[in-house]
């Protein structure tokens, strides 16, 4: 039986026009190629990284460099001590800023929030600490409870041993909390709160202001007391200076319980100031009250005298 030839007709194709043709898919699946190389690569250095000690970050060396030069040395050891119970992080943790967030700012109540994480390879990283800041101080039971100016319970420890802070805390008087919550809970009593939403005020106020604080010399804070014969009312709070004046403050203007209706810190400190000008340092007075339109205060053994708002800047008898 004779055999069938078939003759097959191909296509005849231009060299120049399949390399134009190939070359880019050719490229393609090169870059392809080198890319899945390169993420198995990462993948696997990340894996062996997670696991070398050589990639560790240890959260209580970034703490102990970002510490303020206010705190005093029984703090930082509180603090170092609650940070070092962190793990240590791998730098390759995909999730390496939010674990350090979390976990240091669960640490310490000292550390209100983290605002900022670079990772700085193989073993370090760089953040940025937001620290709450001590303003007030209240006696409870024979104990000294500090508080930042939110009421949050910052530091607990024996009256008879008091650490000194490089800032000014504010002792608060006249409250009458009964048990003390444990460190980094809020305080319970409002009038406390209130006080140390005051202290805060007081301490952030700025400059020019703040010169003027300071003639005054705050010594404490009274949140129960009176002023011939008149008892504050709930919130209210008065500075006791250094010459013994008591200055009815009010409510500070972050208080959530009528502080908005309180006259502004910038009012207050204007008319603080007309008052220090006749009497400097407040001596010679027995209260001032700032927290009304028409202030007014009471020299040692007078008539309460009012500041007039007409912009004269002129003393009225009342």
Partial sequence: ??????????VRWDPVKLR???????????????????????????EVGRNDARFLVVPSQLVAERLPRWMPPTVRDVIHERVSALAPLSIFDARFAERLSEGLRGATPWIADV?????????????????????AQ???????????????????????????FEVPVYPVLGAEPRTAPRVGDAFPDAEVVAAALAAAELRTIGEPWAATVREIDPTALEVRCSIRGSVAAPGEVHVRTGSGVLVEWGRARASSRHGADELPVDRKIRHLQRILRKYPGLKGLEEVRLNFHDPYYRPVGGS??????????????G
């Fill in 115 to 135: 605002r900022e994480v670079e990772r700085l390879y193989p073993n370090r990283a760089r953040v940025e600490l937001v620290l709450r800041q001590p303003v």
């Fill in 20 to 46: 134009k043709v190939v070359t880019p898919i050719a490229r393609v699946a090169a870059g392809v190629v080198v890319l899945v190389s390169l993420g198995l690569v990462a993948a696997r250095l990340s």
């Fill in 138 to 164: 209240v006696d409870v039971g024979g104990r000294r409870v500090v508080l930042d100016g939110e009421g949050t319970v910052l530091h607990d420890e024996s009256r008879a041993a008091p650490t000194r």
């Fill in 304 to 317: 309460l005298e009012f500041l007039r708002e007409d912009g004269s800047g002129e003393v009225g008898s």
């Fill in 1 to 10: 039986m004779a055999k069938r030839r078939v003759k097959l007709t191909g």
